[in-house]
């Protein structure tokens, strides 16, 4: 039944390529890459990112991160660690030289506190790959008019965070999210931040088009065990969104689930216990 539900669902659809999973997973802090490998299966992704500041291509073949992506998913490779657009850029085709894909996914991150990224850059950066014939999934703030102008420069997609990348602490940025998320007419990709299966859900119910998830995984107790609760609990939430949350009532007033009058058997005029 779960099935039938999802086979009626339309695929996500990014830059012209459809994917049957919500979910997209990070390569990082893994304890092995063996144990990424396992993870990444478990988890059903299609779409998987790596650092390109990770991949060894000397080592191409001989145990380098990218030897152990499972074959048949789609590489995402990201600009992680550049802090300006220029950066970004020169990273980007660097991973185009070395993986021949013409995807990118775009993080321009100054500031090591937060890892927050850099809107101006982002949406400098996300000009200039466009322009040189990238498909750009950028990572951005929850910010609705950033998430417009990115929309507007040709991504394909926008990916606002959901709190800082791995923090574990949720969608502190649902607000927001969800006022992008109505505005846009590209896939909106929460990223950052998603620290149990929950907030996955969450972010597939209020419309989220897919969820990209790392630290969640990798540093669980058991990585593969989690990569499968994160599975169900996108295709959870996704469902839930088809399905139509109802009205939210008011904080102090309840609902009755049941009807308070006419019971079997009740005199007129009176109610349910
Ligand atoms: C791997 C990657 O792209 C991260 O930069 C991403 O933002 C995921 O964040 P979490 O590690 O918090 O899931």
Known sequence: MILEA???????RIAGQDFS??????????????????SLVASGAEIVTVALRRVDLARAGEGDVLDFVPPGMT???????????????????????????????????PDPRTLAPDPV???????????????????????PVLARRLEEAGCATVMPLGSWIGSNRGLRTRDALEVIIE???????????IGV????????????AAVLVNTAIAVAR???????????????????YLAGRGAVGAPTMAEASSPLTGFLGAQPGSVAP
């Open 6 to 12: 999802l086979a009626e669902d339309e695929p996500l």
């Open 21 to 38: 999973s919500r979910l997209m997973v990070g390569t990082g802090k893994f304890g092995s890459h063996a144990l990424m490998r396992d």
């Open 75 to 109: 590489l995402l490779p990201n600009t992680s660690g550049a802090v300006t657009a220029e950066e970004a850029h020169r990273l980007a085709r660097l991973g185009r030289a070395a993986t021949g894909s013409q995807l990118v996914k775009l993080e321009v991150t």
């Open 121 to 143: 850059e982002t949406l400098r950066a996300a000009e200039l790959l466009v322009s040189d014939g990238f498909t750009v999934l950028p990572y951005c703030p929850a910010d």
């Open 183 to 193: 505005a846009a007419g590209v896939p909106v990709v929460v990223d950052a931040g």
């Open 197 to 208: 299966p929950s907030d996955a859900a969450e972010a597939m119910e209020i419309g989220a």
């Open 222 to 240: 058991d990585p593969v065990a989690m990569a499968r609760a994160f599975a169900l609990a996108t295709v959870a939430g996704r469902l839930g």
